[in-house]
């Protein structure tokens, strides 16, 4: 045992490979040939094969080299028909491209890697230390990526949970926009003055999401303001028919006219109509346009506010 560490390590500082691919079959071939060892200027220790050793180790080396190349040809070969049926399948759920391609891309990384390392085990490699330095490697990437990983998770959340799709106007914290991409990173929105805003998933994940398009009608609060010496029933009634005028509120469900609130100085008339999401900016125009025209054309006043002043007399 002595002497093949021996000539093992003689081999690798030879050939400059790491010991963990240095076999037994190398040794073997060591100990049945005579290895002439120098010793040069500089101290290096050096290891001269003839010709006929090096034959003689592949010789041995190909019972061992042809079932390694058959486990690899069959593997990826495997590995292909596995990640075509996972396709295959994906495609015939409700599962969106973006994350359909990211579990193919997954899973076929993983099997590539059991299939080379089941590989290099057959070839007599020790496989344990490339599977520990593997492991470290991942384990500082992923604590050098925190964030990105944290990224990443959040979208699969995003994409698998769907609180917003393509082009649906939402609110994510205090950010107002339409979507224009869910990524697995980022989410991109376009505000209503035309920016582009781009959002990491984790922070899109942990605030407080608002779908304005989800259910397909959203319904419009305006107040409009009269003064008290106005006539109430006549103010209702102009709006009634402001509303009858406007084809983009919905006639279902019915529209709401009602005295909101008695303020200090105006009666304040709520008035809720539905509309779909999309026309909602251009119906407020409209509403107060035409309400502030039938209000001046029917003597309704819109106060503002006022305050008397009372001087007391010595």
């Known amino acids: 045992m002595e002497v093949y560490e021996n000539l093992k390590l003689l081999h690798c500082r030879r050939y400059e490979i790491p010991l963990f691919f240095c076999n037994k079959v190398v040794a073997e071939t060591y100990i049945s040939y005579n290895v002439k060892l120098e010793v040069n200027f500089r101290g290096k220790v050096m290891a001269d094969l003839d010709g006929t050793a090096i034959l003689e180790t592949i010789q041995n080396f190909l019972p061992t080299l042809t079932p390694a190349i058959l486990i690899f040809c069959i593997g990826l070969i495997l590995v292909r028909l596995l990640i075509k049926g996972l396709d295959s399948i994906l495609s015939r759920s409700k599962v969106r491209p973006i994350l359909a391609n990211f579990f193919s891309t997954v899973a076929a990384t993983a099997l590539n890697l059991l299939v080379i390392i089941a590989t290099l085990n057959k070839l007599g490699i020790q496989t344990a230390s490339i599977i520990a330095l593997l492991g470290a490697a991942g384990l500082a990437i992923a604590l050098s990526l925190q964030s990105t990983l944290a990224n990443l998770a959040s979208g699969i959340l995003l994409i698998s949970l769907r609180p917003f ?25 376009k505000t209503p003055d035309g920016k582009r805003v781009i959002i990491p998933n984790q922070k899109v994940f942990s605030s407080e999401i608002t779908n304005y398009n989800h259910y397909g009608t959203r319904r419009l609060d305006l107040t409009y303001s009269i003064a008290y010496s106005d006539d109430v029933d006549l103010a209702k009634q102009v709006l009634q028919d402001v509303i009858k005028e406007n084809p983009l509120i919905l006639e279902s469900p019915e529209p709401l006219i009602a005295v909101g609130a008695l303020a200090a100085h105006s009666v304040d008339l709520l008035l809720q109509v539905w509309t779909e999401p999309a026309n909602v900016r251009t119906l407020t125009y409209q509403l107060n346009e035409a309400v502030l025209k039938a209000f001046h054309k029917n003597g309704l006043n819109i106060p503002f506010p006022q305050l008397d002043v009372h001087l007391a007399k010595n």
């Open 165 to 189: 799709q393509y082009g649906e106007f939402v609110q994510i914290g205090s950010l107002l926009g339409s979507v224009q991409s869910i990524g697995l990173f980022t989410t991109a929105l």
